[in-house]
């Protein structure tokens, strides 16, 4: 089993920045993936980016040029620096990891960390 556990969310302006960050227990396998989603009250979860173990990225082109993912794979954390926050970034935060190769990949998810843009 995987403990993952996120961190940084809080209330902030609309044009603020806050940085969010998740930290994966050591496991047998490997962490082939990590990322962060959100979901906002009354929608679905939602892809916000995502990171590889070989340091590829992606993102949700509503936060492209806004956001960045990094991560530290010594320390199997992952981090989302948010900038120019928008009152439609308000949502819930949760933190991925998977876990092995394909086909047998495992995903575990954090408890979400709560992300408030409002003036």
């Known amino acids: 089993q995987v403990q993952v556990v996120e961190s940084g969310g809080g209330l902030v302006q609309p044009g603020g920045s806050l940085r969010l960050s998740c930290a994966a227990s050591?496991?047998?396998?490997?962490?082939?993936?990590m990322g962060w989603y959100r979901q906002a009250p009354g929608k679905q979860r939602e892809l916000v980016a995502t990171i590889t173990d070989g340091g590829l990225t992606d993102y949700a082109d509503s936060v492209k040029g806004r956001f960045t993912i990094s991560a530290d794979n010594v320390r199997n954390t992952i981090y989302l620096q948010m900038n120019t926050l928008k009152p439609e970034d308000t949502a819930v935060y949760y933190c991925?990891?998977?876990?092995?190769?394909?086909?047998?990949?495992?995903?575990?998810w954090g408890q979400g960390t709560q992300v408030t843009v409002s003036s």
């Open positions: 991925n990891a998977k876990v092995g190769p394909l086909p047998f990949t495992l995903e575990y």
């Open positions: 050591k496991t047998i396998g490997s962490i082939t993936a």
